[in-house]
């Protein structure tokens, strides 16, 4: 089963993704013991941000002072 605080980190990094403007359809976004991976391949919507590379850089920021993220792996390639 899975672990609560796992289920309600990886709702906090889906909503992380989706207020920068970043698109994750083609992303695996989840965490697992704490330690959030990003995989896949990330872009951005219509109007969002040009550098996907830097608001990924700075998601990953974010999220690391979360208390139940304890750390974030980033593997994908970033679409503009």
């Known amino acids: 089963m899975a672990d609560p605080n796992d289920v309600a980190a990886t709702k906090a990094v889906r909503q992380e993704f989706s207020k920068r403007g970043l ?3 083609r992303a695996d976004l989840r965490v697992t013991h704490g330690i959030a ?4 391949s990330i872009g951005t919507i219509k109007g ?7 608001e990924l850089e700075t998601i990953a920021k974010v999220l690391r002072t979360r208390p139940n993220i304890k750390d ?8 503009s």
């Open 23 to 25: 698109d994750t359809t």
């Open 48 to 54: 969002g941000p040009q550098d996907v590379r830097a």
């Open 37 to 40: 991976y990003i995989r896949g």
């Open 72 to 79: 974030v792996i980033v593997d994908c390639t970033m679409r």
